[in-house]
């Protein structure tokens, strides 16, 4: 089995993909407890272009996949850990949401695909974020204990196949996805295997994400990679591509301490989860709603060439520090800096005046509207 190779506590794991990773040239680093590439030859520049011009492919196979199953009323049970609207979700559709604390933190952000029923069963499945894996999948299982059961997708890979040229590509091998809607997603069975396709990513680009057995992975990778419109991207370009994007990472822009309404989630909160609560954090997370949190995750536009890191401290126009800086970097699209962070309440005005401590030196800058780059999801 090459994925979860391990021989010994500290050894890094490897996905199916691992071998692909080094004929191609990749500089192997390590994440999340994966040894994952953060970057090809042709550096994370021009794999950030590519995918915004034509289609760039991602091995994301260490974020953890797992079913859960139930014979009915599953969707009401995972919607006591989400402030998402789980029981809204018609089959096939999925969901951006979040695992929430008492205190209305974010233990993780996740997708969630409410699966047509099979064998007398209700089913969704979940995608939770690799250095999180371990901290989610016990969350839940405790949580619908003697309800619902829950079941890790083992031995699978999953390929992220991001840009304009995605679906074009992808329909010469998956016809059945050239018609899918964003958010939504479809299990199609290729010699005697299931796939699960779908319609989503995280780069603000049309996209896809195939998961796939992981014996099938390599070869299925490289027949993408064959397309003269398809290259490889690693981790530095998945980064640099939503930041632009403006969507958060896990352990940088959210985490325990921050709620979904600090972090400009609420968008992902529907109608009647915000009206009803009955989700972990809600006495918060509807104050928040209601009264405004006491500080916002806002993009931040630095005026000069110098890019501002996780953990930069913000300080208003005159002087005082209202802020940390939790994502930044170069945006290749943008082609100058970009930044996310939190302001206090107050300071969250686009067009907003903040200062940037940088190796003790104050930058100017100032709030903008997110996401830099506008999203082109399938319609």
Known sequence: MAQARQTDETAL??????????????????????????QYPAGIMAEHKH?????????????????LFAPDGLAELFERLVPGDIAGLGEGRMRYTQLTTADGGIIDDLMVTRMPNAGGRERLFVVVNASRKAVDLPHIASAIEGKAEISPWENRALIALQGPAAAEILAGHIPEAVDMAFMSAREIV????????????????????ISLPAAMAEAFAETLLAHEEVEPAGLG?????????????????????????EAGLRWSIGKRRREEGGFPGAERIMREIAEGPSRRLVGIKPEGRAPARHGTAIRSADGEEIGVVTSGGFGPTVEGPVTMGYVAAGHEAPGTALGLVVRGKTLEAHVVKLPFVPHRYAK
């Not at 794991?13 to 953060?38: D, I, K, S």
Request: charged letters at 25%; one cysteine or more.
């Open 13 to 38: 794991q490897r996905t199916p993909l691992h071998a692909l990773h080094e004929r191609l040239g990749a500089r192997m680093v390590p994440f999340a407890g994966y040894e994952m590439p953060v």
């Open 51 to 67: 995918t915004r011009a034509k289609a760039g492919l991602f091995d994301v196979s260490h974020m953890g996949q797992a079913w």
């Open 190 to 209: 290729r010699d005697g295997e299931t796939l699960l396709v779908s319609r989503c990513g995280y780069t603000g680009e049309d996209g896809f994400e």
């Open 237 to 261: 370009a998945r980064d640099s591509l939503r930041l632009e994007a403006g969507l958060c990472l896990y352990g940088e822009d959210i985490d325990e301490t921050t709620s979904p309404v």
